[in-house]
């Protein structure tokens, strides 16, 4: 993934987790989450199996303590289309949601 790709991903997730009323501490360690997706370190490593799982399925089977990018996934995979006001947030989705 190209570095501006990735910053714009980051940055864009990082507003929506802020508007959700999240914290510093919780921010920082998204960060860290975020890095460790980009780079398909544990739990980010398995494949998503599309005929098999749901996203939310995938999502929920990555355990780690504080698992915020889980949170902000789930948060976003409950999204409906016809009430999402911003390009930007299905934008995000379809980075989560990649074939790994």
């Known amino acids: ?23 510093i501490t919780s921010t920082n360690i998204l960060v860290a989450q975020i890095k460790l997706h980009n780079i398909f370190e544990p739990p980010y490593h398995y494949t998503f199996i ?35 006001s911003c390009k930007q947030i299905f934008s995000i989705l379809s980075w989560i949601i990649q074939k790994r």
């Open 50 to 84: 599309e005929d098999i799982e749901s996203p939310e399925t995938w999502w929920l089977g990555c355990k780690v303590p504080n698992h915020y990018l889980q949170k902000l996934a789930l948060y976003l995979l409950a999204i409906t289309p016809h009430s999402a």
């Open 1 to 23: 993934m190209k570095e501006s790709i990735f910053h714009q991903i980051l940055y864009t997730a990082l507003e929506i987790w802020k508007k959700i009323g999240s914290k």
